[in-house]
């Protein structure tokens, strides 16, 4: 619960994202799949991971997996970090998975004008849907500002700044999508 007696659910402003970026992928003429649709919070990761493993499309598989992110505080309950910034993990030693990181990153900093935290991966302690979604389809994770941080938290429960990340997504899907258009 923040002072204000508000709460802010991650996983509500996640969808909140995801169905942002789906509405101006649709305009576009985009193929897209929105993998994650449910709203309850229980651990549905291995369904999720299934339903990305199991789409049947001839089209180049991808994943974006949308998160807010959350600094370690010692007292959750009581203390707020005080980090910043933007950052996009990919699958570790994933060439496809790193490059799309790279779009994404330098998008989300160009239209947010926030910290740059850089892309980012790890061969210990891997993100599940990064051990469990299939070789064969690159995946990226986006983890847009703080929300364990009041200054970000706001921001991010801003309409502006909620726009500004959708854009940024859909440019870097329209991006990487060009990028593919013009190598077939």
Do not use: C
């Amino acid at each position: 619960m923040l002072p204000d007696g508000h709460q802010f659910f991650e996983y509500k402003s996640n969808r909140e994202l995801a169905e942002g970026i789906s509405k101006k992928l649709r305009l576009l003429g985009i193929a897209h799949r929105i993998t994650v649709p449910e709203t309850n919070v229980d651990n549905f990761l291995a369904g999720r991971v299934a339903r990305m493993n199991d789409n049947n499309t001839d089209l180049p598989k991808r994943v974006v997996s949308i998160h807010s992110n959350a600094g370690p505080v010692k007292n959750p309950s009581k203390d707020w970090g005080n980090w910043t910034g933007i950052e996009t993990w990919f699958r570790y030693k994933d060439k496809e998975s790193m490059r799309m990181a790279e779009v994404f990153q330098r998008h989300l900093i160009e239209h947010t004008g926030e910290r740059d935290r850089g892309i980012k991966s790890r061969l210990i302690s891997q993100f599940y849907i990064f051990r469990k979604v299939k070789k064969a389809i690159a995946i990226v994770m986006t983890e847009n500002l703080f929300y364990n941080n009041p200054v970000e938290l706001k921001k991010l429960e801003t309409r502006e700044k909620k726009e500004e990340i959708i854009d940024a997504h859909v440019a870097a899907i329209m991006e990487i999508e060009g990028r593919l258009l013009l190598n077939n």
